[in-house]
C-alpha cells in the first residue's frame, strides 16, 4: 500500500514535471516562433533580405538545401497562421503583411512555368505551387475574405481577393483528380466547401453548386484512402512506401471543424478513424529512430514525415511531431466541448494504450473513463512537444528535422513552417477553437462520380487504302479509345479518302498507345506491331497524322 502510495506520487511528480516543461517551452517558444515566421517574409524580414513583400521564403538555409524558395504550400500554411492570428485579434500589425501576400499571389498566379501559364494548369508548378498549394491559399484567403466581409469591407473582397480566389477555386475544380496524397484531397475539399460557402455571401452564385458539386465528389474519394485492414489512412504508396504518412495527422489538423464533431467523413481529429491511423502512424516510428529507443510503447516519440523516408538520412522533423500534439489538443477541444468522447471497435486500440480495459462505448464526462482518457491524451500530446522541446537548442531555432540518433537540429536552419507549426499546436493546447469552414452534417455520396480532369480533343488521320466494304477502326489504352477491343473500337470516317479520320475526346497531358485497324467480311487485321505512341497536349487540340503499317 505505501509503495503504490509512494510510486503514485512519484508518478504525479514526474506527470507535473512534464507539463511544467511544457508550458515553459510554450512560454519561451512563443514569442521566438513568431518572430522566426516574420522574420521570413519580405521586404523586411530580418533573414529574408531579397525577398519581394509578402513573400516568404522557406528557410533562410542558401545551401544543403538550398530553401530560398517561395512554396506555395509553406507560404499558405504560413499566412494561414497569421491570418488565424490577425482575426483573432492578435495582433493588428499583420494585415499590411497578409495584403502584401495577396498581392503577391496575384501576380505569381500569372507567373508561366513548366506546367503552363494560368490558364493551362500552370498553378500546379512544384516548388511555386505544388498540387495542394492551390487549395491551401484559397483556404487561407478564404479565411480573411470572411473577415473583411464580417468588418463590412466586401468590396475589396469582391475587387482584390476573389478574382485570385477563384483561379485557385476553378484549378482544384478540375485538376483534383491528379493526386495521390489524402492531404491534398483533404484540403482540396475544405477550400471547395468553404470557397462555395463564401461565394454564396459575396454573390458570386454561378460558383456555388459547381464548387459543392466537386466537393462532393472529392469528398466520396477522399473515403478511399482509408485501410480497413490496416486501420489506417494510406497516403502516398509510391516507391513502395507503406502509406503510414504524417500527411494523415497534418490532414486532420488543417481540416479540423470543431461544429462536425467527430465526423469520419472528414477525418475529424476526434474521428476514430484519424485516431487509429495516428496511433499506427506514431508507432511505425518508435523502433527506427535511436532517440526513441526506451521509450515506454504508450508514451510519445519523435516522429518524421515517413518511416521509409531517407532524406537526410530520414529523421523526426519538428512539424510532424507538433501536428501529433496538435491532432490530439483538437480531439480534446471537441470532446470537451461535448462533455462525451465516443470508441468504437475502429479507435479501440488507440484508446487501450491509456486504460487497456475500455470497451467501446460512449463515455460521459462524469464518468471515470472519460477523465482518465481524456487526462492521458493530453500528457500524451504534452509529450510530443517536450519531444521537441528537448530538441529546440537554447537559442529557440527551429530547423526542419532533428537527428535520429542524437537529436541535434539538422537540414535547413529556421524553416518557416516549423515555426508555424509551434505557434498553432500551442494555440490549439491553449483550447483556441478555429472557425468552421462546413463540414458539418456532410454525407458521402452513395456513388463516387469521377473527375477525368481536363479533356482535348485529338484528331487522327490515317492514310489507308482499302477494298470497297472494308473500314479503318481505331482502338488503344485509354477509356476513350475503348481500351484496346477490336469490338468497340472508333469508326473512322472516309470522306477525305484515302485519309480516314476521327475526332476524339480524350484527357489532356497523357501518354498513350494505340494501333489502327481493318475489318472486312468480319475479319479484323491489326497493324503491324510496334504500337504507336503519343501523348495529348496540355490544353486545346491536336492532330496526329499517320499511314497504315
Ligand atoms: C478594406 O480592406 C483593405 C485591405 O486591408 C484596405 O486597404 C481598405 O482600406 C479597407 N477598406 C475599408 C473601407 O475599410
Ligand atoms: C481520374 O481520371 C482518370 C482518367 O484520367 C479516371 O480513370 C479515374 O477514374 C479518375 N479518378 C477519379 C477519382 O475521378
Ligand atoms: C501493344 O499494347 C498491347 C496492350 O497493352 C499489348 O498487349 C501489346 O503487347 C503491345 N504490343 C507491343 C508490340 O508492345
Ligand atoms: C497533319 O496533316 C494536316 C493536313 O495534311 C496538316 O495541316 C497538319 O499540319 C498535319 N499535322 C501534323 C502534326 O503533322
Redesign the pocket.
Known amino acids: 500500500m505505501r509503495f503504490a502510495i509512494l510510486s503514485f506520487l512519484f508518478y504525479c511528480v514526474l506527470v507535473r514535471a512534464q507539463l511544467s516543461v511544457v508550458d515553459q517551452y510554450v512560454a519561451t517558444e512563443s514569442p521566438i516562433a513568431k518572430a522566426g515566421v516574420l522574420a521570413n517574409i519580405g521586404p523586411s524580414g530580418s533573414k529574408s533580405t531579397g525577398a519581394k513583400a509578402g513573400l516568404d521564403i522557406a528557410s533562410p538555409s542558401a545551401s544543403n538545401p538550398n530553401y530560398l524558395f517561395t512554396w506555395t504550400r509553406d507560404s499558405a500554411l504560413v499566412f494561414k497562421t497569421i491570418i488565424d492570428r490577425f482575426t483573432r485579434g492578435e495582433d493588428g500589425t499583420l ?1 499590411t503583411s ?2 502584401q501576400y495577396i498581392a503577391a499571389q496575384a501576380s505569381l498566379q500569372q507567373v508561366s512555368n513548366p506546367s503552363g501559364s494560368v490558364s493551362t494548369g500552370g498553378l500546379g508548378e512544384a516548388k511555386f505551387n505544388i498540387d495542394d498549394g492551390p487549395a491551401l491559399r484559397a483556404t487561407a484567403l478564404v479565411t480573411y475574405a470572411n473577415w ?1 466581409v464580417d ?3 466586401t ?2 473582397v469582391t475587387s ?1 481577393i476573389w478574382p485570385v480566389l477563384k483561379l485557385d477555386l476553378d484549378y482544384v475544380s478540375i485538376y483534383w483528380n491528379q493526386t495521390g496524397s489524402f492531404f491534398t484531397t483533404a484540403v482540396q475539399h475544405r477550400a471547395l466547401r468553404e470557397g462555395a460557402a463564401l461565394a454564396s455571401k459575396i454573390g458570386q452564385t454561378a460558383a456555388v453548386s459547381a464548387y459543392h458539386a466537386q466537393a462532393d465528389n472529392i469528398l466520396c474519394f477522399l473515403q478511399s484512402y482509408w485501410n480497413p485492414s490496416g486501420s489506417f489512412i494510406t497516403s502516398n504508396t509510391g516507391g513502395g512506401r507503406s502509406g503510414k504518412d504524417a500527411n494523415s495527422a497534418l490532414a486532420s489538423i488543417h481540416t479540423f471543424d470543431p461544429a462536425a464533431g467527430c465526423d469520419a467523413a472528414t477525418f475529424q481529429p476526434c474521428s476514430d478513424k484519424a485516431l487509429a491511423s495516428l496511433k499506427v502512424y506514431v508507432d511505425s516510428f518508435r523502433s527506427i529512430y535511436g532517440i526513441n529507443s526506451g521509450i515506454a510503447s504508450n508514451a510519445a516519440v519523435a516522429t518524421g514525415r515517413y518511416p521509409e523516408d531517407v532524406y537526410f538520412n530520414g529523421n523526426p522533423w519538428y512539424l510532424t511531431t507538433a501536428a501529433v500534439a496538435e491532432h490530439l489538443y483538437d480531439a480534446l477541444i471537441v470532446w470537451t466541448q461535448r462533455s462525451s468522447l465516443t470508441v468504437t471497435s475502429t479507435s479501440l486500440a488507440f484508446f487501450r494504450q491509456f486504460l487497456p480495459s475500455v470497451t467501446a462505448g460512449t463515455y460521459t464526462s462524469s464518468t471515470p473513463t472519460f477523465i482518465t482518457l481524456t487526462s492521458a491524451v493530453r500528457t500524451f500530446a504534452d509529450g510530443f512537444l517536450a519531444i521537441n522541446a528537448k530538441h529546440t537548442p537554447a537559442n529557440g531555432g527551429l530547423a526542419e528535422q532533428f537527428d535520429r540518433n542524437n537529436g541535434s537540429p539538422l537540414s535547413a536552419v529556421d524553416l518557416t513552417w516549423s515555426y508555424a507549426s509551434a505557434l498553432t499546436a500551442f494555440a490549439a493546447r491553449e483550447g483556441i477553437v478555429p472557425a468552421s469552414w462546413g463540414a458539418q452534417g456532410l454525407v458521402v455520396p452513395s456513388v463516387c462520380n469521377k473527375n477525368v480532369g481536363p479533356t482535348v480533343q485529338v484528331t487522327f488521320n490515317v492514310v489507308a487504302t482499302t477494298q470497297f466494304g472494308e473500314n479503318i477502326f481505331l482502338t488503344g489504352s485509354l477509356d476513350a479509345l475503348q481500351s484496346w477491343s477490336p469490338d468497340n473500337a472508333l469508326a473512322l470516317s472516309a470522306t477525305n479518302y484515302p485519309t480516314w479520320s476521327v475526332t476524339v475526346t480524350l484527357p489532356a497531358s497523357t501518354n498513350f498507345d494505340y494501333k489502327y485497324i481493318r475489318k472486312f467480311n468480319g475479319v479484323v487485321t491489326w497493324e503491324s506491331d510496334p504500337n504507336n505512341s503519343q501523348s495529348t497536349p496540355v490544353t486545346g487540340s491536336s492532330t496526329i497524322n499517320d499511314t497504315w503499317r
Open positions: 494585415r497578409i495584403d473583411l468588418n463590412s469591407n468590396s475589396f482584390n
